[in-house]
C-alpha cells in the first residue's frame, strides 16, 4: 500500500467515475483502475462496486476512503511544517467561504493580502458551510471563514466582525417611508428567504422568531442576488447582510433599506481551522487581515439605493 494508491481510491470516492478520476489524478484511467485493483487485492476486499452506467465504492471502501484522505492529510502537514519553518509567510492556503459573504468580502481584503503576503498563494473555494466543514475536517481546505456558532471542538474558532443586517424593501412598501426600524417592527412580517443549506437562511429564521415574523411561503431563493431581484420587483421584504449593500455592489433603484435601531440583528464572522494545523501561527497573521476590516464597510452606506 503507498501514497499514490490512496490519493486514486479518495479520487474515485470524489469524483465516482474512473475516467474523472484519472483525469483529477493526471493518470490515465487503465492505471488507476489497475491500482485500484491492486489496492483491493492487497486489502483483501472489494472497495468498488463497479457497474455499466456508475461506480460506488463499498462501505468498507467508503471507510478505508475516509481513513486515506486523514492519511494524506497528515502527510501533507509533514511536508506543510518544513516548508514554512523555511519561508512561513509563502505558499498556498485553501480558503473556503460561504456564498453570502465571499463576493462581498474580497473585494474589500484581496489587495491588502496581496501587499502584507506577497509570496501568498490563496485558492479561495465557496461552498456551503457543511461542505466548508468538511472538507476541514478532511484536509482538503486549510481554513474557512463561516457564521458562527460552530460546534466542533478539532476546530480552532478565531472571531474576526460581527456584521449586521438592514431590511430590503420594496420603494412602494409601506416600510419605504422610513429609514429606521425596531427588531419588533417585523411582527407579523413574512420574509424571503434562502433555500436550506445556506447559513443566511437560518440567521434569518433566528430574526424571525425573535420578531415574531416568518417565512414567506412557496418561495426560497438560490442565491442572495436572486433575493436582491425579488425584493427589487416587488414582490417581498427581506434581510440583508451590510457587506452586500456595501460598494463595489451596484445600487438596486427598486429597493429602499432600513437600519435597524439600537443593537441591530448581527450574524458573527469567524475564521476556522483545524487545531492540529501546521499552519497555525500564519493563519493568525492572515486572521488579523481579515479582523482588520474598516469600520465603515460594517455601518450602513451613506447613500440609500433608492436616491
Known amino acids: ?9 479518495v479520487a474515485l470516492a470524489e469524483h465516482k ?13 487503465p492505471t488507476l483502475s489497475t491500482q485500484i485493483k ?17 461506480i460506488m465504492l463499498t462501505p468498507v471502501g467508503h471507510e478505508i476512503a475516509e481513513r486515506a484522505r486523514k492519511v494524506i492529510a497528515e502527510v501533507e502537514q509533514m511536508a506543510e511544517i ?55 475536517r478532511d484536509g482538503r481546505l486549510d481554513a474557512g471563514l463561516l457564521a ?15 456584521e449586521p443586517f ?30 436550506e443549506g445556506h447559513c443566511l437562511r437560518d440567521q434569518a429564521l433566528d430574526v424571525c422568531r425573535m420578531a415574531g415574523a416568518d417565512e414567506r411561503d412557496g418561495f426560497r431563493a438560490t ?3 436572486t433575493l436582491r431581484q425579488m425584493v427589487a420587483s416587488g414582490v417581498g421584504i427581506t434581510l440583508l447582510p451590510m457587506l452586500a449593500v456595501q460598494p463595489p455592489v451596484p445600487p438596486s433603484p427598486g429597493i429602499h433599506l432600513l ?25 493568525r497573521k492572515l486572521a488579523d487581515e481579515f479582523r482588520g476590516l474598516p469600520d465603515a464597510l460594517l455601518q450602513p452606506p451613506q447613500a440609500q439605493p433608492t436616491h
Open 259 to 283: 437600519q435597524f435601531d439600537g443593537q441591530p440583528p448581527h450574524r458573527q464572522i469567524a475564521m476556522v481551522w483545524r487545531k492540529s494545523s501546521a499552519m497555525d501561527g500564519f493563519l
Open 82 to 136: 518544513a516548508r514554512r519553518s523555511q519561508d512561513p509567510e509563502a505558499g498556498t492556503v485553501r480558503l473556503g467561504m460561504f456564498p453570502t459573504l465571499g463576493p462581498y468580502l474580497l473585494p474589500h481584503v484581496v489587495s491588502g493580502l496581496r501587499e502584507r503576503f506577497p509570496r501568498l498563494e490563496l485558492l479561495l473555494v465557496e461552498e456551503k458551510t457543511d461542505q466548508i466543514l468538511s472538507r476541514l
Open 166 to 195: 438592514m431590511l430590503a424593501v420594496p420603494r412602494q412598501h409601506p416600510m419605504a417611508a422610513r429609514d429606521h426600524l425596531q427588531v419588533n417592527d417585523l411582527d407579523d412580517q413574512h420574509l424571503l428567504l434562502l433555500e
Open 1 to 9: 500500500m503507498n501514497l499514490r494508491d490512496l490519493k486514486y481510491l
Open 38 to 54: 491492486k489496492l483491493e487485492d492487497e486489502l483483501g476486499v472489494a472497495l468498488v462496486e463497479r457497474a455499466p452506467r456508475r
Open 148 to 162: 458562527l456558532p460552530i460546534h466542533d471542538d478539532q476546530l480552532h474558532i478565531e472571531p474576526l466582525f460581527d
Open 17 to 29: 467515475h474512473f475516467g474523472r478520476a484519472a483525469a483529477a489524478s493526471f493518470v490515465s484511467q
Open 223 to 225: 442565491s442572495l442576488e
